[in-house]
């Protein structure tokens, strides 16, 4: 579907990681502003980090306008994507709804109701009884130690393929003249007084009048070498399906409360993610209790699941910044761009990503919606926390 | 499942019992003059985090024994501990050579500054070190 050209000396911009966010960002800088004399690099295999690692879910319901500006933009743009990239991405709006499971995030899931009404998205609070036509696999039982109270619900939510997202991206940019260097590490970055110049690879020296960096987990390792320090951790997050049966739920459930969220494949799999490890990990191994507490809790949400046999399980690493929200613009060297932060979030911001990264690469200026999480926030206070609003899961 | 060893207690449990408490030898900029402290000094101290894949030090708390805080060296790759040292304590010396990144340029930093040569025991962060050397006029009086 794509070349595996060798990389040539020079390219107008080298985007480093050939995930979901670096791959959309190579698409829109080539079909919307032109630059296809460029060069997408990747450590590994394409789509092999985080965007094959995610559990699909694809919604936009977020407390920060910040947010809600970015994700909403995504979300719309993932409806027309297969029609688009004439690849399909099977995506599915079959409805996402986050559980409200004590006073609390009843609550604070009204507050983001309102904000997310107010900012014309479409999504709504639906009492317990609704919740239980929705989802009748779930546990509706007043004893239950976190019984369900409502929900709030995007019907225009769902979930995607993630794969086919790298890959009808992939194969468009490889259209469009743009290279897919897969195999090829950065183990440096070139400077020219206060510019980048390039990277040093693998596979040898390219030069590039600008760089992108789009390596989620692995960011903070490669601005080091570009002198620039993030503010960022990394750690596992983990996720596991369940053998295939019939299916028993059509819509994606959140239950932040007891951390852990659940929907199901179109083979039939219940595709189940919970919290991160609590501890900085390269190793894209995550602990046994991080799933067993997972577990534990959906046993509890979706009782039918408890005699399921769980098929795989495995680990991505995610960057974690202090608000939860993303970094995403220029930087203190010029011609250097990062987009990283998402966390445990990504998945569902490809698009919208994609789109103002390449927007703010070209230009040389933060896209508005980009611009407030930009850098600079952290020195300012000027933070979107979303993770008082979002609790862990994502 | 990682199995850690509580130097302040001596138990050894696994990571349920455990709680990691992030990046260490984290010191607050300002206690006395927070007029003097930029912007840069409080993002550094709230937000900016040491990352590194491989050699890290964090701090760690014996939840479900002592309830003690305590310091460890972990590899981030591995996930091996390397050591475990006290809450006031510098980690030993040879673990601070191998330190790469960010943290050689910490612990470079740290046991520049001071004649004495850092042995783990005697060590303390520069919190500690003020303490000691205000209270106890022997302390103050060798560093003068």
């Given at each position: 579907?794509?070349?595996?050209?060798?990389?040539?000396?020079?390219?107008?911009?080298?985007?480093?990681?050939?995930?979901?966010?670096g791959?959309?960002?190579?698409?829109?800088?080539?079909?919307?502003?032109?630059?296809?004399?460029?060069a997408?690099?990747?450590?590994?295999?394409?789509g092999?980090?985080?965007t094959?690692?995610?559990?699909?879910?694809?919604?936009?319901?977020?407390?920060?306008?910040?947010?809600?500006?970015?994700?909403?933009?995504?979300?719309?743009?993932?409806?027309?994507?297969?029609?688009?990239?004439?690849?399909?991405l099977?995506?599915?709006?079959?409805?996402?709804?986050?559980?409200?499971?004590?006073?609390?995030?009843?609550?604070?899931?009204?507050?983001?109701?309102?904000?997310?009404?107010?900012?014309?998205?479409?999504?709504?609070?639906?009492?317990?009884a609704?919740?239980?036509?929705?989802?009748?696999?779930?546990?509706?039982?007043?004893?239950?130690?976190?019984?369900?109270?409502?929900?709030?619900?995007?019907?225009?939510?769902?979930?995607?393929?993630?794969?086919?997202?790298?890959?009808g991206y992939?194969?468009?940019?490889?259209?469009?003249?743009?290279?897919?260097?897969?195999?090829?590490?950065?183990?440096?970055?070139l400077?020219?007084?206060?510019?980048?110049?390039?990277?040093?690879t693998s596979?040898?020296?390219?030069?590039a009048?600008?760089?992108?960096?789009v390596?989620?987990?692995?960011?903070?390792?490669?601005?080091d070498?570009?002198g620039?320090?993030?503010?960022?951790?990394?750690?596992?997050?983990?996720?596991?399906?369940?053998?295939?049966?019939?299916?028993?739920?059509d819509?994606?459930?959140m239950?932040?409360?007891?951390h852990?969220?659940?929907?199901?494949?179109?083979?039939?799999?219940?595709?189940?993610?919970?919290?991160?490890?609590?501890?900085n990990?390269?190793?894209?191994?995550?602990?046994?209790?991080?799933?067993?507490?997972?577990?534990?809790?959906?046993?509890?949400?979706?009782?039918?699941?408890?005699?399921?046999?769980?098929?795989?399980?495995w680990?991505?690493?995610?960057?974690?910044?202090?608000?939860?929200?993303?970094?995403?613009?220029?930087?203190d060297?010029?011609?250097?761009?990062?987009?990283?932060?998402?966390?445990?979030?990504?998945?569902k911001?490809?698009?919208?990503?994609?789109?103002?990264?390449?927007?703010t690469?070209?230009?040389?200026r933060?896209?508005?919606?980009a611009?407030?999480?930009?850098?600079?926030?952290?020195?300012?206070?000027?933070?979107?926390?979303?993770?008082?609003?979002?609790a862990?899961?994502? | 499942?990682?199995t850690i060893?509580?130097p302040?207690?001596?138990?050894?449990?696994?990571?349920?019992?455990?709680?990691?408490?992030?990046?260490?030898?984290?010191?607050?900029?300002?206690?006395?003059?927070?007029h003097?402290?930029?912007?840069e000094?409080?993002?550094?101290?709230?937000?900016?985090?040491?990352?590194?894949?491989?050699?890290?030090?964090?701090?760690?708390?014996?939840?479900?024994?002592?309830?003690?805080?305590?310091?460890?060296?972990?590899?981030?790759?591995?996930l091996?501990?390397?050591?475990?040292?006290?809450?006031?304590?510098?980690p030993?010396?040879?673990?601070m050579?191998?330190?790469?990144?960010?943290?050689?340029?910490?612990?470079?930093?740290?046991?520049?500054?001071?004649?004495i040569?850092?042995?783990?025991?005697?060590?303390?962060?520069?919190?500690?070190?003020?303490?000691?050397?205000?209270?106890?006029?022997?302390?103050?009086?060798?560093?003068?």
């Amino acid at each position: 579907m794509w070349r595996s050209p060798d990389p040539k000396a020079e390219y107008d911009v080298v985007i480093v990681g050939a995930g979901g966010h670096g791959l959309a960002t190579a698409y829109y800088l080539a079909k919307t502003h032109g630059i296809t004399n460029m060069a997408v690099i990747e450590k590994g295999w394409l789509g092999g980090g985080n965007t094959g690692r995610n559990t699909t879910i694809i919604r936009s319901n977020y407390l920060q306008d910040p947010s809600m500006a970015i994700y909403e933009l995504s979300r719309s743009l993932y409806e027309t994507l297969s029609q688009e990239l004439n690849y399909n991405l099977m995506f599915s709006p079959r409805g996402v709804l986050m559980l409200c499971q004590t006073e609390h995030e009843f609550r604070a899931f009204k507050r983001t109701a309102h904000a997310n009404r107010l900012a014309g998205l479409d999504c709504r609070m639906v009492d317990a009884a609704e919740v239980k036509r929705i989802v009748p696999i779930i546990n509706d039982s007043a004893d239950a130690r976190y019984p369900i109270l409502g929900a709030y619900y995007q019907p225009r939510g769902g979930t995607g393929r993630h794969d086919a997202l790298a890959w009808g991206y992939a194969r468009a940019i490889d259209d469009m003249g743009v290279d897919v260097i897969q195999q090829c590490e950065v183990t440096g970055m070139l400077r020219k007084g206060g510019a980048i110049a390039g990277v040093e690879t693998s596979r040898g020296t390219i030069r590039a009048k600008k760089v992108a960096v789009v390596t989620s987990g692995h960011t903070t390792n490669l601005m080091d070498m570009a002198g620039v320090r993030m503010p960022m951790e990394s750690v596992c997050l983990q996720a596991l399906v369940s053998e295939p049966i019939k299916p028993v739920i059509d819509c994606v459930v959140m239950a932040n409360t007891v951390h852990g969220y659940m929907s199901q494949s179109d083979k039939g799999e219940l595709v189940i993610g919970g919290g991160t490890d609590a501890y900085n990990n390269y190793s894209q191994r995550g602990s046994f209790p991080a799933i067993e507490h997972t577990i534990t809790a959906l046993v509890e949400t979706f009782p039918i699941i408890s005699r399921l046999r769980m098929l795989r399980q495995w680990g991505g690493i995610v960057d974690v910044t202090g608000d939860r929200s993303p970094i995403i613009g220029l930087t203190d060297v010029k011609g250097l761009y990062v987009n990283c932060g998402w966390g445990t979030g990504g998945w569902k911001a490809i698009p919208g990503s994609g789109t103002v990264f390449a927007d703010t690469i070209a230009n040389n200026r933060p896209h508005p919606i980009a611009e407030p999480f930009g850098l600079s926030r952290f020195r300012e206070g000027r933070f979107i926390d979303e993770s008082v609003a979002a609790a862990v899961a994502h | 499942m990682l199995t850690i060893h509580c130097p302040v207690c001596g138990v050894e449990g696994d990571e349920t019992d455990f709680h990691c408490g992030g990046q260490a030898h984290i010191a607050r900029p300002a206690t006395t003059d927070p007029h003097t402290i930029t912007d840069e000094q409080q993002r550094d101290y709230l937000f900016m985090r040491f990352n590194p894949r491989g050699l890290h030090f964090e701090r760690w708390r014996c939840d479900r024994g002592c309830g003690k805080w305590f310091h460890a060296a972990r590899d981030t790759n591995s996930l091996d501990f390397k050591a475990y040292y006290g809450i006031t304590e510098l980690p030993p010396a040879e673990l601070m050579k191998q330190a790469t990144g960010q943290w050689a340029e910490f612990f470079n930093a740290k046991t520049a500054g001071k004649t004495i040569k850092p042995a783990p025991k005697k060590a303390a962060t520069s919190k500690t070190a003020k303490k000691v050397a205000g209270k106890t006029s022997k302390a103050g009086a060798k560093k003068s």
